[in-house]
């Protein structure tokens, strides 16, 4: 009796595990699928390049003209000089390329314009008879413009609230070009009385003085000598030439955006030197040599835009999954 007890267990649990296998096979099956992969990091485009712009102001050193221009031959400690470039403006463009966080570089074109070239000099000349001086001055005038494109190089000295300080400097070439140059020179020396003391030549209506040369200055019933001027005008061709020019900067940029900032920014220019093309008088015909206009310098402030483009745009995703379909369970037969 008891032995075929213990038979009808085992027949019974075999049955369980035979009709509970394939549940537990199907319930491992419907377990969730694993996760997908990670998306991709994020894919830069336009990398460090950026664009930028500017407008200033300018102001003007000194200049100084060459031995041509129409100064006389008497010694300097007799002449002085106001020779001048009146202050302008600008505005360029230019493309650059961030190297690293603190190393950028960019190439700009710029036009520039001045209010013009201004020039003139006054001389003391020699002492005619009685002692009485004479003397003169040269007064010029012209206009001056330029095309200037610099190759920049910037160090970014790093970044405090959105404020980033810079210095820089820069090479190229100006195309300065001159136009409507002109010169108005006056002289004024003592007028000549002339001696006509001396013996009458020919006869009747025909008859007349031949006059000493030893004049002398003409004096007004007061007593003062009188005087009288010559003035003369000059022009000069327009011409433009090429310098070598070279530019150091200094300034501060504010991070509007990440990718956007703006610039206020001082920056010393020399833009060499330019001539004139050759002049002539209107009395005369014979061509006057060039006026070369040297060390032009500006001192500009400006208010600059820089853009970057590059930017970091999300990967694309990856492929969806295929819909799961879980594996059929064993058939299960029934006893």
């Known amino acids: 009796m008891a032995r075929s007890k213990l038979f009808a267990l085992a027949r019974t649990l075999t049955l369980a595990a035979s009709v509970g ?12 699928p694993p996760p997908p992969p990670p998306f991709a990091p994020p894919i830069e485009v336009g990398g460090g390049w ?4 500017d407008v200033g102001a300018s102001i003007y050193d000194k200049t100084t003209y060459s031995s041509t221009y129409d100064y006389t031959g008497y010694a300097d400690a007799n002449r002085s000089y106001g020779n001048g470039l009146g202050g302008g403006g600008f505005a360029g463009v230019g493309v650059g390329y961030q190297f690293t966080p603190f190393l950028r570089g960019d190439v700009t074109g710029e036009y520039r314009y001045s209010t013009g070239l201004r020039g003139s000099e006054y001389y003391r000349g020699p002492d005619y008879d009685d002692g009485l001086g004479s003397y003169g001055n040269n007064k010029s005038t012209g206009h001056f413009d330029s ?3 610099l190759a920049n190089a910037y160090f970014d000295l790093g970044t405090w609230y959105g404020v980033t300080p810079f210095i ?21 020396s003592p007028s000549y009385a002339y001696d006509y003391g001396h013996p009458s030549y020919g006869e009747g209506d025909d008859c007349y003085c031949q006059p000493s040369y030893a004049y002398k200055p003409v004096y007004d019933a007061h007593g003062n000598p009188v005087y009288q001027s ?8 327009s011409n433009t030439g090429t310098s070598f020019a070279w530019a ?16 206020l920014a001082y920056r010393y220019l020399n833009l060499g030197s330019v001539k004139t093309g050759t002049g002539s008088e209107l009395c005369c015909s014979t061509a006057l040599p060039a006026v070369k206009v040297k060390d032009i310098e500006a001192h500009d402030i400006k208010i600059g835009v820089r853009y970057l483009l590059g930017g970091l745009v999300a990967a694309p995703l990856p492929p969806l999954l295929p819909d799961y379909q879980p ?6 037969r029934k006893y």
């Open 168 to 188: 820089g400097g820069g090479a190229g070439v100006a195309f300065n070009h001159v136009s409507g140059y002109g010169t108005n020179s006056t002289f004024t």
């Open 50 to 53: 950026y664009l930028r712009g």
């Open 230 to 237: 010559q003035s003369y005008s000059k022009f000069y061709k």
């Open 147 to 149: 095309a200037v494109v």
């Open 21 to 32: 296998a394939p549940s537990l096979a199907a319930a491992a099956d419907l377990l969730p």
């Open 248 to 263: 150091l900067h200094a300034g501060l940029a504010y991070n509007v955006t990440d990718a956007f900032k703006v610039e």
């Open 327 to 332: 594996a059929p369970g064993p058939i299960v």
